[in-house]
């Protein structure tokens, strides 16, 4: 099956510093996805990725959908302390198969 | 509009027994999903359901998984018999159309099996 190389694992930045992470496959992905989850509660929903060579943002994030379809990128500029949690990556494929990445666990010191 | 409900929030058995999740999606979203999401790792998707029917189910454990969404609204999944390698958080999700992956998650129910 598909497997998603998240990366880094873990950050811990000064609060105004710019974040950048990513997300790397073998497999080609017709979605991209990023998500921030905090402690106790669900995945929520930043920024959706559909095309290649897509470049989205949200506020302070933003996200880029590779060129050759097997990676994906996010940056956050300017962190603030309520950045903190774990980012996740998630591919879909164009028959339904969706996997998510491992997680880079974001600490912002203020 | 409310979100995705889930529940129990927490739940705490003996291996060997059975449990059972309840999901209450979003109104009007058709696409139903179930994770498990085991401590220091991403979600993984157990079962994807497109209105009542099964989509994906690929990687549910059937001998001891099951789930079903009757009338293609709420949705339960199922344990008998628990492992202790169960224990995780089962996050439920929903989306509004089909193919567009976006998803909206529930609390989760997080599951200790001892």
């Known amino acids: 099956g598909q497997q998603l190389n998240q990366s880094p694992q873990s950050m811990f930045i000064q609060e105004g510093e710019d974040v950048s992470m990513n997300c790397t496959s073998s497999?080609?992905?017709?979605?991209w996805l990023w998500y921030k989850q905090e402690p106790g509660e669900g995945p929520v929903l930043l920024i959706a990725?559909?095309?290649?060579?897509e470049l989205t943002s949200n506020g302070r994030l933003t996200a880029q959908f590779g060129i050759t379809r097997k990676d994906s990128f996010l940056n956050i500029s300017a962190s603030i302390p309520s950045d903190v949690g774990i980012y996740f990556c998630e591919g879909g494929t164009s028959y339904g198969k969706l996997t998510f990445g491992q997680g880079t666990i974001l600490t912002v010191h203020p | 509009e409310a979100g995705v409900a889930q529940s129990p929030r927490y739940k705490i058995i003996e291996k060997r027994q059975s449990v059972a999740f309840w999901c209450n999606p979003i109104s009007g979203h058709a696409t139903l999903y179930w994770y498990q999401q085991i401590l220091g790792q991403g979600p993984k998707l157990l079962i994807q359901f497109q209105n009542n029917g099964v989509v994906d189910d690929s990687q549910l454990p059937k001998d001891r998984f099951s789930a079903e969404r009757l009338k293609g609204v709420d949705s339960t999944l199922k344990i008998q018999p628990a492992k202790l390698e169960d224990s995780a958080v089962y996050l439920c999700?929903?989306?509004?159309?089909?193919?567009?992956?976006?998803?909206?998650f529930g609390p989760g129910t997080r599951l200790t099996v001892t």
């Open positions: 497999s080609i992905f017709n979605t």
């Open positions: 999700a929903s989306s509004p159309l089909r193919g567009t992956y976006e998803q909206y």
């Open positions: 990725l559909y095309k290649a060579g």
